[in-house]
Nanobody, 126 residues
């Protein structure tokens, strides 16, 4: 079992920044990939970014490249999502997830993740 705790959401003005954290505990070795997803009201869950614990390779949704940066601290078992130049359309509940995924083409598929954090609300106002 992997337990994920998400923190760092909040209210921010357009153009501002937020950093989300996802701290993992438990059988972390069973989840080689950590991903971030978001879900806005009335919309499907959307892939944001993913990172592997080992190599640190990062993957981003094309629409978010350049504004969002994913990093990890293996010593703390924590993954960070730095979000810059935020827009009102970034408003959503953000979730982190972990899973044993070995094909990078599956990183954006929420069904491939076994463990999910509780989600944190990010609201961007203009």
């Amino acid at each position: 079992q992997v337990h994920l705790v998400v923190s760092g959401g909040g209210l921010v003005q357009t153009g501002g920044s937020l950093r989300l954290s996802c701290a993992a505990s438990g059988r972390i070795f069973s989840s080689n990939v950590m991903g971030w997803f978001r879900q806005a009201p009335g919309k499907e869950r959307e892939f944001v970014a993913a990172i592997s614990w080992s190599g640190g390779t990062t993957y981003y949704a094309d629409s978010l490249k350049g504004r969002f940066t994913l990093s990890r601290d293996n010593a703390k078992n924590t993954v960070y999502l730095q979000m810059n130049s935020l827009k009102p359309e970034d408003t959503a509940v953000y979730y982190c997830a972990g899973g044993p995924i070995y094909y990078s083409g599956s990183y954006s598929n929420p069904g491939k993740y076994d463990y999910w954090g509780q989600g944190t609300q990010v609201t961007v106002f203009s």
